[in-house]
Protein backbone atom coordinates (compact mmCIF):
# COMPACT_ATOMS: atom_id res chain seq x y z
CA UNK A 1 0.00 0.00 0.00
CA UNK A 2 1.39 3.33 -0.76
CA UNK A 3 1.95 5.98 1.76
CA UNK A 4 -0.05 8.48 0.72
CA UNK A 5 -3.01 5.72 0.57
CA UNK A 6 -2.20 4.18 4.24
CA UNK A 7 -2.83 7.65 5.68
CA UNK A 8 -5.74 8.17 3.98
CA UNK A 9 -7.01 5.05 4.84
CA UNK A 10 -6.24 5.88 8.76
CA UNK A 11 -7.93 9.45 8.18
CA UNK A 12 -11.17 7.97 6.95
CA UNK A 13 -10.83 5.48 10.15
CA UNK A 14 -10.73 8.38 11.99
CA UNK A 15 -13.56 9.76 10.47
CA UNK A 16 -15.97 6.81 10.81
CA UNK A 17 -15.13 6.01 13.78
CA UNK A 18 -16.21 9.60 16.02
CA UNK A 19 -19.27 9.37 13.47
CA UNK A 20 -19.74 6.13 15.34
CA UNK A 21 -21.44 7.47 18.48
CA UNK A 22 -24.81 9.34 17.49
CA UNK A 23 -25.75 10.05 20.88
CA UNK A 24 -22.92 10.98 22.06
CA UNK A 25 -22.82 13.84 19.03
CA UNK A 26 -26.24 14.68 19.73
CA UNK A 27 -25.92 15.23 23.60
CA UNK A 28 -22.50 17.43 22.97
CA UNK A 29 -24.07 19.59 20.48
CA UNK A 30 -27.11 19.87 22.90
CA UNK A 31 -24.27 20.89 25.43
CA UNK A 32 -22.79 23.60 23.24
CA UNK A 33 -26.01 24.99 21.99
CA UNK A 34 -26.52 25.31 26.25
CA UNK A 35 -23.03 27.26 26.53
CA UNK A 36 -24.03 28.74 23.29
CA UNK A 37 -27.25 30.76 24.68
CA UNK A 38 -25.45 31.08 28.44
CA UNK A 39 -22.56 32.75 27.05
CA UNK A 40 -24.52 34.56 24.07
CA UNK A 41 -26.57 36.92 26.73
CA UNK A 42 -23.25 37.91 28.23
CA UNK A 43 -21.82 39.51 25.23
CA UNK A 44 -24.51 41.14 24.43
CA UNK A 45 -24.82 42.56 28.08
CA UNK A 46 -20.99 43.39 27.64
CA UNK A 47 -21.27 44.45 23.91
CA UNK A 48 -24.73 47.07 24.85
CA UNK A 49 -22.32 48.21 27.53
CA UNK A 50 -19.42 48.88 25.15
CA UNK A 51 -20.63 48.74 21.81
CA UNK A 52 -17.61 48.10 19.15
CA UNK A 53 -15.70 46.74 21.61
CA UNK A 54 -12.18 44.67 20.58
CA UNK A 55 -13.44 46.31 16.85
CA UNK A 56 -16.44 43.76 16.78
CA UNK A 57 -19.87 44.94 16.62
CA UNK A 58 -22.63 42.91 18.53
CA UNK A 59 -24.14 40.61 15.26
CA UNK A 60 -19.75 39.71 15.04
CA UNK A 61 -19.67 39.23 18.77
CA UNK A 62 -22.55 36.88 18.40
CA UNK A 63 -20.94 35.55 15.35
CA UNK A 64 -18.05 34.51 17.57
CA UNK A 65 -19.42 33.23 20.07
CA UNK A 66 -21.41 30.09 18.00
CA UNK A 67 -18.58 29.93 15.63
CA UNK A 68 -16.29 28.87 19.49
CA UNK A 69 -19.12 26.92 20.19
CA UNK A 70 -18.86 25.04 16.69
CA UNK A 71 -15.09 25.13 16.41
CA UNK A 72 -14.53 23.61 20.00
CA UNK A 73 -14.83 20.03 18.94
CA UNK A 74 -12.88 20.31 15.77
CA UNK A 75 -9.83 22.10 17.07
CA UNK A 76 -9.96 20.43 20.30
CA UNK A 77 -9.43 22.50 22.58
CA UNK A 78 -11.11 20.58 25.90
CA UNK A 79 -9.02 17.67 24.62
CA UNK A 80 -11.12 14.33 23.22
CA UNK A 81 -8.68 13.81 20.71
CA UNK A 82 -6.42 11.00 19.60
CA UNK A 83 -4.40 11.74 22.62
CA UNK A 84 -6.55 10.27 25.21
CA UNK A 85 -5.23 6.95 23.63
CA UNK A 86 -1.55 7.92 22.69
CA UNK A 87 -1.05 8.50 26.62
CA UNK A 88 -2.90 4.89 27.24
CA UNK A 89 -0.64 3.23 25.06
CA UNK A 90 2.70 5.08 26.43
CA UNK A 91 1.00 4.15 30.08
CA UNK A 92 0.37 0.36 28.98
CA UNK A 93 3.98 0.31 26.98
CA UNK A 94 2.42 -0.37 23.70
CA UNK A 95 3.64 2.30 22.03
CA UNK A 96 6.41 0.26 21.33
CA UNK A 97 4.42 -1.83 19.15
CA UNK A 98 3.55 1.40 17.78
CA UNK A 99 7.43 2.51 17.12
CA UNK A 100 8.44 -1.14 14.95
CA UNK A 101 5.32 -0.22 12.99
CA UNK A 102 6.75 0.40 8.85
CA UNK A 103 4.80 4.24 9.50
CA UNK A 104 5.74 7.27 10.96
CA UNK A 105 4.34 7.68 14.38
CA UNK A 106 3.41 11.25 14.07
CA UNK A 107 1.82 11.54 10.36
CA UNK A 108 -0.44 8.04 11.78
CA UNK A 109 -2.08 10.29 14.50
CA UNK A 110 -1.67 13.12 12.16
CA UNK A 111 -4.06 11.29 9.90
CA UNK A 112 -6.39 9.83 12.74
CA UNK A 113 -7.01 13.16 14.22
CA UNK A 114 -7.58 14.78 10.65
CA UNK A 115 -10.23 12.14 10.31
CA UNK A 116 -11.57 12.93 13.74
CA UNK A 117 -11.43 16.82 13.37
CA UNK A 118 -13.21 16.40 9.59
CA UNK A 119 -16.24 14.92 11.07
CA UNK A 120 -16.21 16.87 14.69
CA UNK A 121 -16.34 20.43 12.09
CA UNK A 122 -19.61 18.78 9.85
CA UNK A 123 -21.03 16.91 13.08
CA UNK A 124 -20.65 19.60 15.90
CA UNK A 125 -19.73 22.64 13.80
CA UNK A 126 -23.22 22.88 11.82
CA UNK A 127 -25.91 22.57 14.32
CA UNK A 128 -24.56 25.27 16.58
CA UNK A 129 -24.20 27.94 13.66
CA UNK A 130 -27.39 27.36 12.57
CA UNK A 131 -29.25 27.56 16.21
CA UNK A 132 -27.10 31.07 16.65
CA UNK A 133 -28.11 32.33 13.31
CA UNK A 134 -32.08 31.20 13.89
CA UNK A 135 -32.35 32.59 17.32
CA UNK A 136 -29.55 35.46 17.79
CA UNK A 137 -28.62 38.23 15.41
CA UNK A 138 -25.47 37.18 14.24
CA UNK A 139 -23.08 38.49 11.11
CA UNK A 140 -22.03 35.76 8.43
CA UNK A 141 -20.71 36.28 5.06
CA UNK A 142 -22.57 35.99 2.16
CA UNK A 143 -19.24 35.09 -0.11
CA UNK A 144 -18.17 31.92 -0.98
CA UNK A 145 -14.65 33.18 -1.11
CA UNK A 146 -14.54 34.38 2.53
CA UNK A 147 -15.93 31.19 3.34
CA UNK A 148 -13.00 28.96 1.41
CA UNK A 149 -10.44 31.38 3.20
CA UNK A 150 -12.33 30.51 6.16
CA UNK A 151 -12.41 26.86 5.96
CA UNK A 152 -8.28 27.19 4.83
CA UNK A 153 -7.52 28.68 8.60
CA UNK A 154 -9.57 26.21 10.58
CA UNK A 155 -7.64 23.21 9.23
CA UNK A 156 -4.51 25.42 9.88
CA UNK A 157 -6.05 25.51 13.51
CA UNK A 158 -6.57 21.84 13.65
CA UNK A 159 -2.63 21.19 12.37
CA UNK A 160 -1.09 23.50 15.38
CA UNK A 161 -3.85 21.70 17.61
CA UNK A 162 -2.59 18.56 16.67
CA UNK A 163 1.26 19.61 17.25
CA UNK A 164 0.53 21.21 20.87
CA UNK A 165 -1.51 18.13 21.90
CA UNK A 166 1.08 15.57 20.20
CA UNK A 167 3.96 17.04 22.77
CA UNK A 168 1.47 16.93 25.70
CA UNK A 169 0.76 13.21 24.72
CA UNK A 170 4.81 12.56 24.45
CA UNK A 171 4.80 13.98 27.87
CA UNK A 172 3.30 11.20 29.51
CA UNK A 173 6.50 9.11 28.22
CA UNK A 174 8.70 10.76 31.86
CA UNK A 175 4.88 11.50 33.63
CA UNK A 176 3.37 8.13 32.85
CA UNK A 177 -0.03 9.81 33.83
CA UNK A 178 -1.02 12.21 31.18
CA UNK A 179 -3.84 13.92 32.94
CA UNK A 180 -1.93 17.19 34.95
CA UNK A 181 -0.36 18.11 31.90
CA UNK A 182 -3.43 17.26 29.80
CA UNK A 183 -5.32 19.36 32.26
CA UNK A 184 -2.99 22.21 32.11
CA UNK A 185 -2.97 22.09 27.91
CA UNK A 186 -6.82 22.61 27.90
CA UNK A 187 -6.93 25.50 30.92
CA UNK A 188 -4.00 26.81 28.50
CA UNK A 189 -5.91 26.35 25.89
CA UNK A 190 -9.08 27.70 26.97
CA UNK A 191 -7.98 30.89 27.88
CA UNK A 192 -5.83 31.51 24.79
CA UNK A 193 -7.26 30.23 21.88
CA UNK A 194 -10.17 33.25 22.72
CA UNK A 195 -13.11 30.67 23.87
CA UNK A 196 -13.33 32.27 27.20
CA UNK A 197 -13.53 35.88 25.27
CA UNK A 198 -12.01 36.79 22.00
CA UNK A 199 -8.27 37.85 22.39
CA UNK A 200 -9.01 41.01 21.10
CA UNK A 201 -10.77 41.88 23.39
CA UNK A 202 -7.91 41.22 26.12
CA UNK A 203 -6.27 44.18 27.52
CA UNK A 204 -2.93 45.87 26.65
CA UNK A 205 0.46 43.50 26.92
CA UNK A 206 -1.87 40.64 27.81
CA UNK A 207 -3.96 41.05 24.56
CA UNK A 208 -0.48 41.67 22.35
CA UNK A 209 1.07 37.70 24.26
CA UNK A 210 -2.57 36.04 23.76
CA UNK A 211 -2.52 36.99 20.13
CA UNK A 212 1.17 35.83 19.29
CA UNK A 213 0.38 32.57 21.27
CA UNK A 214 0.04 29.75 19.15
CA UNK A 215 -3.21 29.13 20.42
CA UNK A 216 -4.71 32.00 18.83
CA UNK A 217 -4.53 30.21 15.38
CA UNK A 218 -7.45 28.12 16.74
CA UNK A 219 -10.42 29.92 17.33
CA UNK A 220 -9.18 33.80 17.06
CA UNK A 221 -7.58 33.43 13.52
CA UNK A 222 -10.21 31.73 11.60
CA UNK A 223 -12.77 33.54 13.60
CA UNK A 224 -10.73 37.19 12.11
CA UNK A 225 -11.14 35.39 8.58
CA UNK A 226 -14.77 34.77 9.15
CA UNK A 227 -16.19 37.56 10.43
CA UNK A 228 -14.25 39.54 7.20
CA UNK A 229 -11.49 40.90 9.62
CA UNK A 230 -8.88 39.62 7.45
CA UNK A 231 -8.50 40.06 3.58
CA UNK A 232 -5.70 40.62 1.40
CA UNK A 233 -2.53 41.09 2.40
CA UNK A 234 -3.86 40.57 6.29
CA UNK A 235 -5.17 37.45 5.40
CA UNK A 236 -1.69 35.79 3.64
CA UNK A 237 -0.19 37.41 7.36
CA UNK A 238 -2.71 35.23 9.57
CA UNK A 239 -2.25 31.79 7.07
CA UNK A 240 1.71 32.40 7.48
CA UNK A 241 1.49 33.40 11.70
CA UNK A 242 -0.65 29.59 11.58
CA UNK A 243 1.34 27.67 9.38
CA UNK A 244 4.99 29.21 11.20
CA UNK A 245 3.83 27.65 14.37
CA UNK A 246 2.12 24.50 12.84
CA UNK A 247 5.64 23.50 11.19
CA UNK A 248 7.47 24.61 14.48
CA UNK A 249 5.07 23.16 16.60
CA UNK A 250 5.46 20.07 14.44
CA UNK A 251 9.31 20.05 14.44
CA UNK A 252 9.89 20.53 18.50
CA UNK A 253 7.45 17.57 18.22
CA UNK A 254 9.62 14.83 16.48
CA UNK A 255 12.35 16.05 18.43
CA UNK A 256 11.09 15.17 21.76
CA UNK A 257 9.80 11.77 20.06
CA UNK A 258 13.37 10.92 19.15
CA UNK A 259 14.89 12.02 22.72
CA UNK A 260 11.95 10.08 24.49
CA UNK A 261 12.09 6.56 22.39
CA UNK A 262 16.44 7.19 22.69
CA UNK A 263 16.06 7.81 26.81
CA UNK A 264 12.95 6.56 28.18
CA UNK A 265 12.40 3.28 29.02
CA UNK A 266 8.97 1.47 27.75
CA UNK A 267 6.85 0.33 30.15
CA UNK A 268 5.21 -3.25 30.42
CA UNK A 269 6.69 -6.88 30.77
CA UNK B 1 -32.21 -10.31 34.28
CA UNK B 2 -34.60 -11.26 37.43
CA UNK B 3 -31.57 -13.20 38.21
CA UNK B 4 -29.64 -10.22 38.79
CA UNK B 5 -32.25 -8.30 40.76
CA UNK B 6 -31.77 -11.67 43.53
CA UNK B 7 -28.61 -11.54 43.78
CA UNK B 8 -28.83 -7.70 44.89
CA UNK B 9 -31.13 -8.34 47.16
CA UNK B 10 -29.07 -11.99 48.48
CA UNK B 11 -26.36 -9.81 49.37
CA UNK B 12 -28.48 -6.93 50.67
CA UNK B 13 -28.80 -9.37 53.23
CA UNK B 14 -25.37 -9.90 53.99
CA UNK B 15 -24.83 -5.90 54.47
CA UNK B 16 -23.02 -4.94 58.00
CA UNK B 17 -25.93 -5.83 60.30
CA UNK B 18 -27.50 -3.22 62.69
CA UNK B 19 -26.96 -0.30 59.50
CA UNK B 20 -29.61 1.25 58.12
CA UNK B 21 -29.25 1.69 54.20
CA UNK B 22 -27.90 5.33 54.61
CA UNK B 23 -25.58 4.44 57.12
CA UNK B 24 -23.81 1.57 54.80
CA UNK B 25 -24.14 4.07 51.82
CA UNK B 26 -22.32 6.60 53.79
CA UNK B 27 -19.56 4.05 55.37
CA UNK B 28 -19.19 2.41 51.56
CA UNK B 29 -18.72 6.07 50.21
CA UNK B 30 -15.86 6.64 52.52
CA UNK B 31 -14.35 3.19 51.88
CA UNK B 32 -14.17 3.60 48.42
CA UNK B 33 -13.63 7.04 47.92
CA UNK B 34 -10.12 6.75 50.64
CA UNK B 35 -9.04 3.74 48.19
CA UNK B 36 -9.35 6.46 45.26
CA UNK B 37 -7.49 9.06 47.25
CA UNK B 38 -4.32 6.65 48.23
CA UNK B 39 -4.73 5.66 44.14
CA UNK B 40 -4.50 9.06 42.75
CA UNK B 41 -1.29 9.43 45.66
CA UNK B 42 0.71 6.93 43.72
CA UNK B 43 1.65 10.02 40.77
CA UNK B 44 2.21 12.66 42.98
CA UNK B 45 3.35 15.11 40.41
CA UNK B 46 0.19 14.83 38.25
CA UNK B 47 -1.96 15.19 41.48
CA UNK B 48 0.00 18.42 42.62
CA UNK B 49 -0.63 19.58 38.80
CA UNK B 50 -4.54 18.52 38.56
CA UNK B 51 -5.04 20.10 41.87
CA UNK B 52 -3.61 23.62 40.46
CA UNK B 53 -5.10 22.57 37.45
CA UNK B 54 -8.56 22.32 38.89
CA UNK B 55 -8.05 25.59 41.03
CA UNK B 56 -7.03 27.57 37.37
CA UNK B 57 -9.29 25.95 35.42
CA UNK B 58 -12.25 26.99 37.67
CA UNK B 59 -11.21 30.07 38.11
CA UNK B 60 -10.67 30.78 34.75
CA UNK B 61 -14.27 32.41 34.55
CA UNK B 62 -13.68 34.58 37.19
CA UNK B 63 -10.46 35.89 35.05
CA UNK B 64 -12.91 35.87 32.28
CA UNK B 65 -15.08 38.26 34.14
CA UNK B 66 -12.25 40.27 35.32
CA UNK B 67 -11.33 40.95 31.90
CA UNK B 68 -14.75 41.53 31.10
CA UNK B 69 -15.08 44.32 33.90
CA UNK B 70 -11.01 45.67 32.42
CA UNK B 71 -13.59 47.18 29.75
CA UNK B 72 -17.11 48.02 31.18
CA UNK B 73 -17.95 49.26 34.85
CA UNK B 74 -21.25 47.12 34.79
CA UNK B 75 -23.18 44.07 33.67
CA UNK B 76 -26.47 44.09 33.38
CA UNK B 77 -26.82 46.91 35.71
CA UNK B 78 -24.67 45.00 38.36
CA UNK B 79 -21.14 45.86 39.59
CA UNK B 80 -17.87 43.49 39.62
CA UNK B 81 -18.72 42.89 43.56
CA UNK B 82 -22.07 42.21 43.19
CA UNK B 83 -21.25 39.87 40.36
CA UNK B 84 -18.86 38.10 42.34
CA UNK B 85 -20.98 37.68 44.98
CA UNK B 86 -23.15 35.37 42.71
CA UNK B 87 -20.02 34.00 41.27
CA UNK B 88 -18.56 32.72 44.67
CA UNK B 89 -21.92 31.07 46.20
CA UNK B 90 -22.35 29.72 42.40
CA UNK B 91 -18.97 28.20 42.41
CA UNK B 92 -18.89 27.19 46.67
CA UNK B 93 -22.27 25.26 46.03
CA UNK B 94 -21.45 23.31 42.68
CA UNK B 95 -18.00 22.65 44.30
CA UNK B 96 -19.60 21.21 47.04
CA UNK B 97 -21.55 18.91 45.13
CA UNK B 98 -18.96 18.43 41.76
CA UNK B 99 -16.48 17.27 45.16
CA UNK B 100 -19.09 14.95 46.37
CA UNK B 101 -20.75 13.27 43.17
CA UNK B 102 -18.90 14.75 40.56
CA UNK B 103 -17.62 11.34 39.26
CA UNK B 104 -21.53 10.47 38.38
CA UNK B 105 -21.42 11.38 34.46
CA UNK B 106 -18.87 7.74 34.24
CA UNK B 107 -22.34 6.33 34.89
CA UNK B 108 -23.14 5.98 31.16
CA UNK B 109 -19.85 4.22 30.11
CA UNK B 110 -20.33 1.67 33.30
CA UNK B 111 -23.76 1.14 31.47
CA UNK B 112 -22.84 0.41 27.80
CA UNK B 113 -19.73 -1.58 29.08
CA UNK B 114 -21.52 -3.59 31.71
CA UNK B 115 -19.21 -3.03 34.49
CA UNK B 116 -22.17 -1.56 36.10
CA UNK B 117 -22.54 -5.32 37.23
CA UNK B 118 -19.77 -5.47 39.35
CA UNK B 119 -21.51 -2.50 40.94
CA UNK B 120 -24.69 -4.73 41.82
CA UNK B 121 -23.23 -7.89 43.22
CA UNK B 122 -21.47 -5.78 46.39
CA UNK B 123 -23.26 -5.54 49.35
CA UNK B 124 -23.28 -1.50 49.27
CA UNK B 125 -25.95 0.81 48.13
CA UNK B 126 -25.34 1.52 44.67
CA UNK B 127 -25.55 5.17 44.42
CA UNK B 128 -23.08 6.01 46.87
CA UNK B 129 -20.81 3.32 44.98
CA UNK B 130 -21.38 4.96 41.40
CA UNK B 131 -20.87 8.32 43.49
CA UNK B 132 -17.85 7.45 45.04
CA UNK B 133 -16.24 6.01 41.98
CA UNK B 134 -13.07 7.81 40.56
CA UNK B 135 -13.72 10.14 43.89
CA UNK B 136 -11.48 13.20 43.01
CA UNK B 137 -10.01 15.15 45.73
CA UNK B 138 -8.38 17.53 43.22
CA UNK B 139 -12.23 19.05 43.05
CA UNK B 140 -11.53 21.07 46.38
CA UNK B 141 -9.52 23.43 43.98
CA UNK B 142 -13.05 24.92 42.67
CA UNK B 143 -14.60 25.06 46.38
CA UNK B 144 -11.53 27.19 47.16
CA UNK B 145 -11.34 29.88 44.52
CA UNK B 146 -15.46 29.98 44.61
CA UNK B 147 -14.61 30.78 48.30
CA UNK B 148 -12.20 33.01 47.51
CA UNK B 149 -13.93 35.19 45.11
CA UNK B 150 -16.90 35.27 47.68
CA UNK B 151 -14.32 36.47 50.16
CA UNK B 152 -13.75 39.38 47.86
CA UNK B 153 -17.10 40.11 47.49
CA UNK B 154 -17.90 40.29 51.00
CA UNK B 155 -14.66 42.56 51.61
CA UNK B 156 -15.75 45.04 48.62
CA UNK B 157 -19.52 45.17 48.52
CA UNK B 158 -21.32 47.38 51.83
CA UNK B 159 -23.94 45.68 53.05
CA UNK B 160 -26.33 45.80 54.82
CA UNK B 161 -26.47 42.92 57.70
CA UNK B 162 -29.35 41.42 59.84
CA UNK B 163 -28.83 37.95 61.65
CA UNK B 164 -31.55 36.84 59.16
CA UNK B 165 -28.91 37.74 55.97
CA UNK B 166 -26.11 36.26 57.92
CA UNK B 167 -28.21 33.00 58.51
CA UNK B 168 -29.09 32.68 54.95
CA UNK B 169 -25.78 32.54 53.59
CA UNK B 170 -24.83 29.43 54.85
CA UNK B 171 -28.41 27.87 54.17
CA UNK B 172 -28.20 29.31 50.56
CA UNK B 173 -24.57 27.15 49.95
CA UNK B 174 -25.84 23.66 51.63
CA UNK B 175 -29.22 24.02 49.65
CA UNK B 176 -27.75 25.17 46.32
CA UNK B 177 -25.43 21.82 46.57
CA UNK B 178 -28.92 20.00 47.09
CA UNK B 179 -30.49 21.12 44.19
CA UNK B 180 -27.26 20.85 42.26
CA UNK B 181 -27.23 17.18 43.97
CA UNK B 182 -30.56 16.69 42.41
CA UNK B 183 -29.19 17.70 39.17
CA UNK B 184 -26.43 15.16 39.28
CA UNK B 185 -28.50 11.92 40.23
CA UNK B 186 -31.47 12.80 37.91
CA UNK B 187 -28.64 13.11 35.01
CA UNK B 188 -27.09 9.91 35.98
CA UNK B 189 -30.54 8.45 36.05
CA UNK B 190 -30.86 9.59 32.37
CA UNK B 191 -27.82 7.74 31.37
CA UNK B 192 -29.42 4.59 32.32
CA UNK B 193 -31.31 5.42 29.42
CA UNK B 194 -29.12 7.30 27.10
CA UNK B 195 -25.66 5.91 27.98
CA UNK B 196 -23.69 8.24 25.90
CA UNK B 197 -25.14 11.40 26.72
CA UNK B 198 -23.38 12.01 29.66
CA UNK B 199 -22.95 15.07 28.23
CA UNK B 200 -26.07 16.55 28.31
CA UNK B 201 -25.73 16.25 31.73
CA UNK B 202 -22.58 18.76 31.91
CA UNK B 203 -24.78 21.48 29.94
CA UNK B 204 -27.08 21.15 33.64
CA UNK B 205 -24.50 20.97 35.87
CA UNK B 206 -21.35 22.87 34.27
CA UNK B 207 -23.66 25.10 32.47
CA UNK B 208 -25.76 25.99 35.46
CA UNK B 209 -23.28 27.18 37.93
CA UNK B 210 -21.96 29.32 34.33
CA UNK B 211 -25.64 30.39 34.58
CA UNK B 212 -25.59 31.45 37.70
CA UNK B 213 -21.98 33.88 37.98
CA UNK B 214 -23.90 36.05 35.62
CA UNK B 215 -26.82 38.59 36.95
CA UNK B 216 -30.22 37.30 35.76
CA UNK B 217 -30.92 40.57 34.14
CA UNK B 218 -28.41 39.83 31.62
CA UNK B 219 -30.45 36.79 30.74
CA UNK B 220 -33.78 36.51 28.64
CA UNK B 221 -36.91 36.45 30.54
CA UNK B 222 -38.03 33.19 29.07
CA UNK B 223 -34.37 31.63 30.07
CA UNK B 224 -35.09 33.27 33.83
CA UNK B 225 -38.68 31.84 34.18
CA UNK B 226 -37.36 28.06 32.30
CA UNK B 227 -34.56 28.29 35.61
CA UNK B 228 -37.38 29.47 38.10
CA UNK B 229 -40.00 27.23 37.66
CA UNK B 230 -38.76 24.44 35.91
CA UNK B 231 -35.24 23.74 36.75
CA UNK B 232 -35.43 25.77 39.98
CA UNK B 233 -31.18 27.09 39.47
CA UNK B 234 -32.55 29.98 40.43
CA UNK B 235 -33.31 29.28 44.13
CA UNK B 236 -29.14 27.92 44.44
CA UNK B 237 -27.93 31.66 44.82
CA UNK B 238 -29.40 34.24 42.91
CA UNK B 239 -33.17 34.74 44.62
CA UNK B 240 -31.39 34.36 48.02
CA UNK B 241 -28.13 36.56 47.34
CA UNK B 242 -30.70 39.03 45.85
CA UNK B 243 -32.15 39.63 49.37
CA UNK B 244 -28.29 39.50 51.12
CA UNK B 245 -28.33 42.07 48.39
CA UNK B 246 -31.11 43.89 48.73
CA UNK B 247 -31.78 44.35 44.65
CA UNK B 248 -34.83 43.87 42.80
CA UNK B 249 -35.97 40.16 42.19
CA UNK B 250 -36.12 38.93 38.38
CA UNK B 251 -39.80 38.22 37.65
CA UNK B 252 -41.49 40.11 39.95
CA UNK B 253 -41.72 37.12 42.61
CA UNK B 254 -42.77 38.13 45.97
CA UNK B 255 -39.53 38.85 48.66
CA UNK B 256 -40.48 35.30 50.92
CA UNK B 257 -38.78 33.29 47.60
CA UNK B 258 -35.21 33.85 49.15
CA UNK B 259 -36.21 31.56 51.71
CA UNK B 260 -37.51 28.47 49.72
CA UNK B 261 -34.03 27.36 48.55
CA UNK B 262 -33.68 24.34 51.86
CA UNK B 263 -37.52 23.02 50.61
CA UNK B 264 -36.57 23.36 46.85
CA UNK B 265 -33.40 21.29 47.54
CA UNK B 266 -35.38 18.58 49.48
CA UNK B 267 -38.31 18.32 46.97
CA UNK B 268 -35.79 17.92 43.96
CA UNK B 269 -33.76 15.02 45.66
CA UNK B 270 -37.09 13.49 46.66
CA UNK B 271 -37.74 13.91 42.66
CA UNK B 272 -34.38 13.04 41.51
CA UNK B 273 -34.20 9.95 43.79
CA UNK B 274 -37.37 8.53 42.39
CA UNK B 275 -35.85 9.21 39.02
CA UNK B 276 -32.25 7.24 39.92
CA UNK B 277 -34.51 4.25 41.64
CA UNK B 278 -36.68 3.59 38.49
CA UNK B 279 -33.40 3.81 36.09
CA UNK B 280 -31.65 1.54 38.30
CA UNK B 281 -34.79 -0.58 37.85
CA UNK B 282 -34.51 -0.34 34.09
CA UNK B 283 -31.16 -1.70 33.69
CA UNK B 284 -30.57 -4.58 31.89
CA UNK B 285 -27.03 -5.20 31.56
CA UNK B 286 -25.02 -5.65 28.09
CA UNK B 287 -26.13 -9.22 27.72
CA UNK B 288 -22.95 -10.55 26.60
Known amino acids: MGTGRLYAAVAAG ?15 LFTNTVFGVVLAYTYIALWDERPGLGGYDQAQALTYVWLGQGLLSA ?10 EMIERIRTGDIAIDLYRPADLQAWWLAADAGRAAFQLLGRGVVPMAFGGLVFHIALPTDAGT ?16 AIRYLVALSAFWFMDGAGVQQLAVLTGLFFSGMVLPLNVFPGALGELARALPWSALLQAPADVLLGERTGFGLLRTYAFQAAWAVGLLAV ?6 AATRRVVVQGG | ?32 AGMWIRSTMAYRASFAMTVFGNFAGTALDFVAILLMFSRVDELGGYSLGEVAFLYGLSCAAFGLTDLVLGSMDRLGARVRDGTLDTLLVRPAPVLAQVAA ?103 VNWLPALYVLDLPYPLDLPEWVAFLPPLVAVACCALSGVAWRAGLRSYRSTGS
Open chain 1, 14 to 28: GFRRYSTYRVATAAG
Open chain 2, 133 to 235: DRFALRRLGRITQGLLVLGYALVVLDISWTPLKVLLMPVMVVSGAGIFAAVFVAGAAFQFVAQDASQVQNSFTYGGTTLLQYPPTVFAKDLVRGVTFVLPLAF
Open chain 1, 147 to 162: WLAFLVAVWLGVLVSF
Open chain 1, 253 to 258: GRLVQS
Open chain 2, 1 to 32: MADLDERRDEYRDFAPAGGSRLVDGLRAYRLI
Open chain 1, 75 to 84: VAVMGGGFED
